[in-house]
């Protein structure tokens, strides 16, 4: 009598996806601190850049997927565009055209009404082919790139031709620490003692008691950062700044992360990709700085640089 497959216990399965997790994290952190370290701007722009055109591509091959129509070729090429403009500009140590934003919100809506205009007109479906282009240049390419804009936002010392000044470097360290920290926070958090579901229709996995770490976690990356480099991160100011962008976007990001479990949700996919083991793709990796990064980049404009 053949004896049934004993399953898996669901502590080493957990386990697992842990340890492949951590992996992918510590090699994303030393490609992060090797550029870091080098402070090149192409480096900076060009990973900011590949990771924005990958996690669109892994959006339009969700929605074709899910049979959804959409104009992929058209949506990643106008990513590609719009980074290398912008890029463009902050290589050649100017600002970007004010126009370059709404120049391209018009390009994304005008040209997928344009391109829609070859197929028939089938109720709803047919507007939702153009919102959910409009929809996937806004949510990635546009706002990822605030990252890129906080990096070069702040004029400041040690830059040579071809480097981020040093403020901007600091900057784009702690917007990364902190996000991420708090997405370790939440999940680690919630996988030791999460019990009480805070979205379950939503994302089954996120727990009350993981809001709660990751709140604690991106505390101790921002404020812990700013102990160690307080003159490279003079533009925060004072401890309050720091506290009060800390719970910011701890927040955002919590909602960034949620954010692309509706999208994936309604599209019936588990993961964006499998660029990353334990972790998913490029826009499962970038998802909360899709938020966290215009947070900071307004909360720096409007109410630190103007005084600083």
């Not at 924005?52 to 959804?68: D, H, K, N």
């Not at 290589?91 to 809506?109: E, N, R, S, V, Y």
């Not at 970038?286 to 404009?301: E, M, N, R, V």
């Amino acid at each position: 009598m053949q004896m049934a497959a004993t399953p898996t216990p669901p502590a080493t399965s957990k386990a697992i996806v842990f340890a492949r997790r951590s992996a992918s994290t510590v090699a994303l952190w030393g490609l992060v601190s090797g550029i870091f370290i080098s402070r090149w701007s192409w480096a900076c722009l060009g990973l900011i850049g590949v990771l924005a055109v990958i996690a669109t591509v892994e959006y339009f091959r969700m929605l074709r997927a899910a049979e959804v129509r959409c104009f992929p070729r058209f949506g990643i090429l106008l990513a590609l565009g719009y980074c290398g403009t912008l890029h463009a500009y902050f290589i050649k140590g100017l600002a970007p055209h004010p126009d370059l934003d709404a120049l391209t919100l018009f390009i994304a809506i005008a040209g997928a009404f344009t391109l829609q205009l070859r197929h028939e007109i089938r109720g709803v479906e047919s507007l939702l082919a153009v919102a959910a282009n409009v929809l996937g240049f806004i949510y990635i390419a546009f706002l990822f790139n605030f990252a890129a804009r906080i990096t070069f936002m702040v004029p400041g010392w040690n830059a040579s031709p071809g480097t981020v000044a040093e403020p901007g470097a600091f900057l784009l360290l702690w917007l990364l620490a902190v996000t991420k920290f708090t997405d370790m926070g939440a999940y680690v958090t919630g996988s030791l003692i999460g019990r009480r579901k805070m979205i379950p229709h939503v994302s089954p996995g996120k727990t009350w008691e993981g809001l709660g770490g990751a709140l604690i976690f991106s505390q101790l990356a921002g404020c812990g950062l700013y102990a160690a480099f307080p003159t490279q991160l003079e533009v925060f100011g004072n401890y309050g700044h720091v506290i009060a962008l800390g719970f910011l976007l701890a927040l955002l990001a919590v909602v960034g992360d949620l954010a692309e479990s509706i999208v994936k949700r309604a599209l019936h996919a588990k993961d964006s990709g499998r660029m990353l083991p334990g972790i998913g793709g490029s826009l499962d990796l970038i998802d909360s700085i899709c938020f966290t990064a215009p947070a900071l980049y307004f909360y720096l404009k409007w109410l630190l640089l103007p005084t600083a």
